[in-house]
Nanobody, 120 residues
Framework: QVQLVESGGGLVQAGGSLRLSCAASGSISSINHMGWYRQAPGKQRDLVATITSGSVTTYADSVKGRFTISRDNAKNTVYLQMNSLKPEDTAVYYC??????????????WGQGTQVTVSS
């Protein structure tokens, strides 16, 4: 009923930039907050950045000053601008959202992930 589709991942050299996008679609009434998370091989999934419907943001310490999260509420889309990328940023990046459906229930949804690879 609800799906999140990510795009924008790829291969980039250290110091480069990428912009990730995630669009939510389906039986959506509203989206309380959206976020980006990442998981490197053999590691747990970690929070990267979140943004509320009022555009209040939070960031992991490791990405502050380099990444910027934003959203377009009209399009149910969240973005992650990643600058000054480092090899340690290499991971699968997942879009997540807390969504209120048209039936009034709140649930968390995840995208399938997009690979970001930063070469040395």
């Amino acid at each position: 009923q609800v799906q999140l589709v990510e795009s924008g991942g790829g291969l980039v050299q250290a110091g480069g930039s990428l912009r990730l996008s995630c669009a939510a679609s389906g039986s959506i009434s509203s989206i309380n907050h959206m976020g980006w998370y990442r998981q490197a091989p053999g590691k747990q999934r970690d929070l990267v950045a979140t943004i509320t419907s009022g555009s209040v943001t939070t960031y992991a310490d490791s990405v502050k000053g380099r990444f910027t999260i934003s959203r377009d509420n009209a399009k149910n889309t969240v973005y992650l601008q990643m600058n000054s990328l480092k090899p340690e940023d290499t991971a699968v990046y997942y879009c997540g959202a807390r969504i209120i459906t048209r039936w009034g229930t709140a649930s968390d949804y995840w995208g399938q992930g997009t690979q970001v690879t930063v070469s040395s």
